[in-house]
């Protein structure tokens, strides 16, 4: 298995799509690392000579920001939308949506697990049942 | 949906006259303002504004980094603090 980019090791997929097993890789950024170290998307990983892995390591290293960057990237920018004080960072600081969403229901993946309230609507019966 | 990129930011004309009229003179008197649609400008850095809630007007202070962003953004319309017995 080979490893490029750190600690990533991606499996015998094609080469296409286990290159998206690095964060901050996608699918087009997957083909456009391709294209530049010239192979064929649909290689499987396995298959890959130590040569090719090292090219596309190459091209990686040069162009694209992956891991560690790509993540101290993003959460700068919710650090910097947070010390603005502007709404998305009010909502960033709240752990809530910052698009717009509703959050009268669901919204779970920002509020995390439910906080069950007593007394509300329909508890009773949740908890006798 | 995102704004047109031909069209450019949309500015405030009024506001924008008073934030440059303001910075030409070295006023620091707050800016008091309803134009909370207006994008913020390079011009508008290290200008003070006062901007409408629906209720009141809210102290603002651009920075650099507020640039492209709409003003409203920095006056929170909403008053919800939180359920009674939050933990």
């Known amino acids: ?129 | 949906m995102t704004r047109s990129q031909k069209k450019g930011p949309f500015v405030d004309e009024k506001l924008y006259r008073k934030a440059l009229h303001a910075k030409e003179r070295g006023e620091h008197a707050p800016i008091r303002t309803w134009a909370r649609r207006c994008t913020i400008v390079p011009e508008f850095v290290g200008q003070r504004f006062e901007v409408h809630n629906g209720n009141k007007f809210l102290p603002v202070f651009v920075t650099e980094d507020m640039v492209g962003h709409k003003i409203g953004e920095f006056a929170p319309t909403r008053t919800f603090k939180g359920h009674s017995g939050g933990r």
């Open chain 1, 1 to 129: 298995m080979p490893r490029i980019a750190g600690v990533d090791i991606p499996n015998d997929k094609q080469i296409e799509y286990s290159l998206r097993y690095i964060y901050g890789v996608g699918p087009h950024v997957s083909l456009l690392i391709l294209k530049e170290a010239g192979i064929e998307p649909n290689v499987k990983a396995k298959d890959l000579t130590e040569d090719e892995v090292a090219t596309i390591a190459g091209v990686i290293d040069r162009n694209y920001q992956v891991e560690g960057v790509a993540r101290r990237a993003v959460s700068a920018c919710i650090a910097r939308l947070r010390d603005i004080g502007c709404y998305r960072g009010l909502r960033h600081r709240r752990g809530l949506p910052c698009r717009g969403q509703k959050t009268r229901s669901n919204a779970r993946t920002r509020k995390g697990p439910k906080k069950t309230v007593a007394g509300k609507k329909g508890v009773k019966e949740l908890s006798r049942g």
